[in-house]
């Protein structure tokens, strides 16, 4: 999914399917770039770069979502057509907290839209991500791996794993 979304973010950032909506274009980057930023930070739980895909499509894509949003007149133009106004990040955007953590220097000295931390269509706060991922802590002891996945937790230490499934509320 995320080549296939790395080939069709052009040069310039923008999403050709998108730019095609005319009048609504940056509101459809905005919620286009939601679930591939989503996305990325899962792979991330893999180790893997899903950013860098592309030369960095995924970056030019918040990037030129980020100017569309502070500017519409920059999608006046890509469009060819103007863009509804007012231009707002309706239903939130924890996209933008997820990009933010992970890249604050992408984001410093740049308007930022006032969004909430999540968006119902990509299931809430996905702030919450950033405990899910996968992450590593060196020790005395050596490498202890604690992976988070559908209410069961496992760390693995190297001697052998211990997994303590979560009760859901």
């Not at 940056?26 to 930070?41: D, N, T």
């Not at 899903?50 to 519409?72: N, S």
């Not at 907290?97 to 992408?106: C, K, S, V």
């Not at 988070?148 to 760390?155: D, F, P």
């Given at each position: 999914?995320?080549?296939?979304?790395?080939r069709d973010i052009a040069a310039d950032?923008?999403?050709?399917?998108?730019?095609?909506?005319?009048?609504?274009?940056?509101?459809?980057?905005?919620?286009?770039?939601?679930?591939?930023?989503?996305?990325?930070?899962?792979?991330?739980?893999r180790n893997e770069d899903w950013y860098?895909?592309?030369?960095?499509?995924?970056?030019?894509?918040?990037?030129?979502?980020?100017?569309?949003?502070?500017?519409?007149?920059?999608?006046?133009?890509?469009?060819?057509?103007?863009?509804?106004?007012?231009?707002?990040?309706?239903?939130?955007?924890?996209?933008?907290?997820?990009?933010?953590?992970?890249?604050?220097?992408?984001?410093?000295?740049?308007?930022?839209?006032?969004?909430?931390?999540?968006?119902?269509?990509?299931?809430?706060?996905?702030?919450?991500?950033?405990?899910?991922?996968?992450?590593?802590?060196?020790?005395?002891?050596?490498?202890?791996?604690?992976?988070?996945?559908?209410?069961?937790?496992?760390?693995?230490?190297?001697?052998?794993?211990?997994?303590?499934?979560?009760?859901?509320?």
């Amino acid at each position: 999914i995320m080549a296939d979304a790395a080939r069709d973010i052009a040069a310039d950032g923008t999403l050709p399917m998108e730019i095609a909506r005319g009048g609504r274009a940056v509101h459809y980057h905005a919620f286009a770039v939601m679930p591939l930023v989503v996305l990325a930070e899962l792979g991330r739980a893999r180790n893997e770069d899903w950013y860098a895909l592309g030369d960095g499509a995924l970056h030019r894509l918040v990037d030129v979502t980020l100017r569309g949003l502070a500017d519409p007149a920059l999608f006046d133009r890509l469009a060819q057509v103007a863009q509804q106004r007012p231009v707002t990040h309706v239903g939130g955007a924890g996209w933008l907290q997820l990009y933010g953590a992970r890249f604050p220097e992408r984001l410093r000295n740049r308007p930022l839209p006032d969004t909430k931390p999540g968006h119902r269509g990509i299931g809430g706060d996905v702030t919450v991500l950033n405990c899910v991922a996968a992450t590593q802590v060196r020790t005395g002891a050596g490498d202890v791996t604690v992976e988070v996945e559908s209410g069961e937790v496992t760390i693995g230490t190297g001697a052998g794993d211990i997994r303590v499934t979560v009760p859901r509320g």
